[in-house]
């Protein structure tokens, strides 16, 4: 048999009472109390903390910009956080704030942070004036103008639809149907790639018949075949009788060729696709006018941000920020009044260029401009010894224009639109102008750095308005 085994004898164990509750009721509900808390928390306090909902707002316009309580929240048709009271959201586009409306956003409290409560608010527009309407025209037509600088799109640089935005617009505004015309015409003559043409295409589809479809169906040629080359008249020197000009100023004179009227032709009869077809030959009036013999010289431009010190290197900082010139702006280079040279000028941009044109008028009370592209082509082909200049340094020649070809790509004022040789070159340049857009004006005639064989009077160049390259300058011409 098995010892029996005797246990010594201990006290019961008794666990102490909390305010005369037993440790199984206070437990529950310590318990109870960190679920309680943990469902605040989780459930309550983000919306306590964050009261809101998630709006999107529906803009009449195409890409309209939201603005709420005067801060730029971003584009409409997106989703947006908006604290909980009342709120004033205005839609903008092109500068212009085409709607405003109030609403109030309530302050819903329960999950707030695991479920996000949504709210849609449509904005209705305000009546426009005619020239509010244009205004955002202007600026669908901008869009389109800087989509026909890219001539391949990729899956990093992608197509927005930029046509298919004109069109929601101009159903929206109701504009004249002249107008509304004259836009759809202005943006076709910027069509440069398949993916243009078809948005445009696709965007147009109810306007097949008429000036619109010819210009789609011309278009399409030059984009996707490479229209036929058409007989036109042939290019000759226009027998033009020229005459010696100046232009004085108290602080220098600059000698010029002056010209007649000229009707002409200029262009050349190369490929007709894009984008060989913007040389095409086109027949062209310019009325009478100088040309300055020599581009702009450093000395000349030293005179200029003398009385103009906001043009002065020294402030190329606020010039930038102003998008008047890139960061490029007379680099390199030191102006100066006390070393006169005739060297000419580079590194300046076209709205620069046309700042030192104003400042001239005024000097000398004769209407001063940057050259149009058929002036320098009138130029160019009255020229008896047209020759490339290889170098900065500037040679006479006789008493004709020197260095139309070579030494610096030479900025004119026309501005340039890809299908303008290809329709009517003169409507493209006033609806340009009647709607507004910002210029990227053509450049002429190559720099010293180019190929000999490649640049010809007829070479087509463009540059962004505030582009200052180191090939980049220019020459004026004055009205006498």
């Not at 505004?173 to 243009?196: G, H, Q």
């Not at 020759?387 to 500037?394: G, K, M, Q």
């Amino acid at each position: 048999m098995k010892k029996r085994i005797d246990l010594p004898q201990v006290s019961d164990v008794t666990l102490p009472e909390v305010f005369h509750l037993r440790p199984g009721i206070w437990i529950l509900i310590i318990l109870a109390i960190l679920v309680a808390i943990f469902v605040f928390l989780l459930c309550f306090l983000p919306g306590i903390v964050k009261g809101g909902r998630y709006v999107t707002f529906f803009a009449p316009l195409s890409e309209s910009g939201i603005t709420i309580d005067g801060t730029y929240l971003g584009s409409a048709d997106h989703q947006y956080f908006i604290q909980s009271g009342e709120h004033q959201v205005v839609a903008v586009k092109g500068g212009v704030a085409y709607a405003t409306e109030t609403i109030t956003i309530d302050h819903p409290l329960f999950l707030t942070a695991l479920i996000h409560r949504t709210r849609e608010v449509a904005i209705h527009p305000e009546p426009l004036s005619e020239q509010q309407k244009l205004a955002i025209i202007g600026y669908d037509l901008e869009e389109i103008q800087k989509a026909s600088a890219i001539l391949q799109w990729t899956m990093v640089n992608r197509y927005a639809p930029v046509y298919s935005n004109l069109t929601r617009d101009l159903d929206v505004l109701k504009l004249d149907a002249a107008t509304e015309e004259d836009a759809i015409a202005l943006s076709l003559y910027y069509i440069t790639s398949t993916e243009m043409l078809e948005d445009a295409t696709d965007a147009f589809k109810d306007r097949n018949d008429g000036k619109i479809g010819h210009m789609l169906t011309a278009a399409r040629q030059v984009i996707t075949q490479g229209a036929a080359t058409t007989t036109v008249q042939a290019r000759t020197l226009p027998s033009t009788k020229t005459h010696e000009s100046t232009l004085t100023t108290d602080l220098f004179t600059i000698e010029g060729t002056g010209y007649p009227a000229i009707t002409f032709t200029m262009g050349n009869d190369s490929d007709h696709s894009y984008p060989a077809v913007k040389e095409r030959p086109v027949t062209i009036t310019t009325p009478p006018f100088a040309l300055a013999n020599l581009p702009v010289s450093l000395t000349e431009w030293a005179h200029f941000i003398e009385e103009n010190p906001k043009w002065a290197k020294s402030n190329k900082d606020a010039l930038v920020q102003e998008a008047l010139a890139d960061t490029s702006y007379l680099s390199g280079l030191a102006p100066s009044t006390i070393f006169v040279t005739s060297r000419a000028l580079t590194n300046v941009s076209y709205r620069a260029a046309l700042a030192f044109c104003a400042w001239l008028t005024e000097k000398s009370g004769k209407e001063v401009l940057l050259p149009t592209e058929a002036m320098y082509s009138a130029a160019a082909l009255n020229h008896p010894n047209l020759a490339y200049h290889t170098s900065l340094t500037p040679g006479l020649d006789g008493k004709n224009p020197a260095m139309l070809l070579g030494g610096v790509w030479e900025i004119t004022q026309t501005p340039f639109i890809p299908l303008s040789r290809l329709f009517d070159y003169e409507e493209a340049l006033r609806l340009h102008s009647a709607f507004g857009l910002e210029p990227s004006p053509i450049v002429k005639g190559g720099s010293y750095l180019n190929d000999v064989a490649t640049i010809t009077a007829d070479t087509v160049g463009t540059i962004p308005p505030y582009a200052s390259g180191d090939q980049i300058g220019f020459r004026i011409a004055w009205y006498e």
